[in-house]
Structure formats: C-alpha cells, structure tokens
C-alpha cells in the first residue's frame, strides 16, 4: 500500500511497541505539522488495514509491518509476515 510520509513515520514509531497511547509525546511530535490528528491518522491506516485505535491506543493490526522508501521516492508499507512485501519489492528493481 502507498502511504505517505506521515504515516510512515508513525508505522514506524509503532513497529517495534505494536501500541502506543494516542496520547504518546512521540506519536503527537510525528504528527506536529503533518495536517493529521492522531484520529484521522487511525482513521487512515485503519483504511489500510495497518492499524487503528482502541481504546485511546493506536494499535497494529498486522503481524510484520514494514515501511520500505522506494528510489522513485514513493513510500509502501504491508504486513511481512508471509514475505509477499520483500518479494514485491525484489520484482521492482
């Protein structure tokens, strides 16, 4: 899935905690400036089906997800857990 660079960075600010506070000083330093609340920011990945909130908590909804920075600047993040990610991405070099 596309993302944008907002979303990326709270992806990656949620991987390795796979919940955080909604509240989290560091969630709301991602989102300072980037036209997201962190509301519309689960709403977003929610979309995805990457994340949501729960109860005041915005959690993982997948297993593996990674964010990868592709060289024509777009930015993809999935669920790894299966491996399609890293082989979707080893078909666009």
């Not at 955080?20 to 929610?46: F, K, N, V, W």
């Amino acid at each position: 899935m596309l993302v944008d660079a907002a979303q990326a960075a709270v992806l990656m600010l949620l991987g390795p905690r796979a919940a955080i506070p909604m509240d989290d000083p560091d969630l709301q330093a991602a989102l300072a400036g980037t036209g997201y609340s962190g509301e519309s920011m689960a709403s977003s990945l929610r979309g995805l089906l990457l994340a949501t909130e729960q109860g005041g908590r915005l959690v993982l909804l997948t297993d593996a997800c990674h964010v990868a920075f592709l060289p024509d600047g777009r930015i993809v993040a999935a669920d790894n857990r299966a491996g399609h990610l890293t082989r979707w991405l080893a078909r666009q070099q």
